[in-house]
């Protein structure tokens, strides 16, 4: 089979590789049907996850159809059409019974990081009962790619964990596909002002489309004063960070309201400082969360009820054949306006 894989810092091909077999009878192989690619995927390029080995096949988001399962596979059967999540989940181990699939003893983030992913025609799902989802029936396949990942992503480490609530303002750093994720979710709770800041003027358009109420452009704009403005001094109830630089984390701190709640989610490859000589007093509270999925069939059920616009998140189509170009597409996305690549079998 055809897959694309890491060979080291800067360095990918699509090779020819074996087609997975069972290796444990809770497994399952699904054929690919779509996938994408993530920022997480740039960063392993780039070489900042030295805990994805060179010669794995990337990718952890997709869609696709179960060819063969394992003996103690109870759910799926060949021929079902599944949504792979980005974590692998036993179901059984102490974090898994509370619901948190992130830091499962045997699974986690282990696709496309440290067993071959999802950007090849086939991949073997570990703990497939507890990992993939049924397909509901009349849902977009492209749009449903996008809860591999990003959704989950945006609304579980931004809108749950910063508590987003009828009426309060929240803002949101980082207008990428996972900020642009949360700023989707953030309006199942009807915030009273949802305020977007970003460096691209692109992705910026992008978020007034998707329903930001103010959007600023910290290359440019006083950032801070602005949201001092809109809020009678106070700033914002929750703040969102979602691009993963230290810069980043302390204009977060800057525009948090007493009594708010910075809801970290960028993967941060630096220290960066807490100015707590002066948040000491105000406060706040600040999470950081690896996505659990735990949220995925209630997302399921919305994108199902089409009180989800997934889809808009997707810009760019290629075939598996074109994989090389989707990923100069999406690694410059500044200049192509990439948000989210489908890449199709
Ligand atoms: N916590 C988790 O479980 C989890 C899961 C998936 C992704 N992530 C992380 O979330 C972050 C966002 O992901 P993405 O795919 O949207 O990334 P992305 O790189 O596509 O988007 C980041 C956005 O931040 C903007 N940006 C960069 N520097 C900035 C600055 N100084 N000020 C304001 N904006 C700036 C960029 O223009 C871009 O639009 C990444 O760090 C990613 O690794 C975390
Ligand atoms: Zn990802
Ligand atoms: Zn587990």
Redesign the pocket.
């Known amino acids: 089979m055809k897959a694309l894989v890491y060979h080291g810092p800067g360095q990918k091909s699509l090779d020819e590789r074996p087609r997975p077999s069972l290796a444990a009878p809770t497994d399952a192989i699904v054929r690919m049907l779509k996938t994408t690619i ?3 995927d ?2 392993i390029l780039k070489g900042d996850v030295p805990t994805c080995e060179p010669g794995r096949i990337l990718g952890h988001e997709g869609v696709g159809i179960v060819e063969e399962t394992g003996p103690a596979v109870a759910t799926f059967r060949p021929g079902d059409r599944v949504l792979i999540s ?1 974590i692998s989940a036993c179901g059984r181990c102490a974090y898994c019974r509370r619901g948190m699939y ?1 830091h499962c003893t045997t699974g986690g ?1 282990i696709l496309g990081h440290r067993i071959d992913g999802t950007q090849a025609d086939f991949v073997r799902i570990p703990h497939a009962d507890t990992s993939l989802y049924r397909v509901p029936e009349g849902v977009d396949e492209e749009a449903l790619v996008m809860l591999s ?2 959704l989950p ?1 945006g609304f579980e ?1 931004g809108v749950l964990n910063g508590k987003v609530a009828p009426g309060s303002v929240v803002a949101i ?9 949360a700023l989707l979710t953030a309006q199942f709770y009807t915030p009273a002002a949802i305020i977007m ?4 003027e692109g ?1 910026l358009d992008f978020a007034r489309r998707f329903g930001a109420t103010h959007t600023f452009n ?2 440019r704009d006083d950032v801070v004063g602005a949201v001092r403005a809109l809020t009678e001094g106070r700033g914002a109830d929750t703040v969102i960070e ?4 230290p ?2 984390f302390e ?1 977060c701190q800057d525009l948090v309201a007493p009594g708010g709640i910075i809801a ?5 490859g630096h220290k960066a400082d807490l100015h707590l000589e002066r948040l000491w007093s105000h406060n706040i509270a600040i999470t ?4 659990d999925t735990e949220t995925t069939p209630m997302l399921l059920k919305t994108l199902a009820a089409k009180k989800l616009d997934a889809a808009a998140l997707i810009t760019h189509r290629f075939t598996f054949d074109q994989i090389l170009e989707a990923y100069e597409t999406f690694a410059n ?2 200049r192509t306006r990439a ?1 989210k690549v489908i890449i199709s079998h």
């Open positions: 993530c920022g997480t740039l960063h980005c992130s983030w990942d990003i992503t480490c750093v980082g207008a990428g596909p996972v900020g642009l994720a800041i970003d460096l691209d992705r910290n290359a979602a691009v993963g630089v810069a980043t204009l970290n989610v960028g993967v941060h950081t969360r690896l996505v996305a500044s948000l």
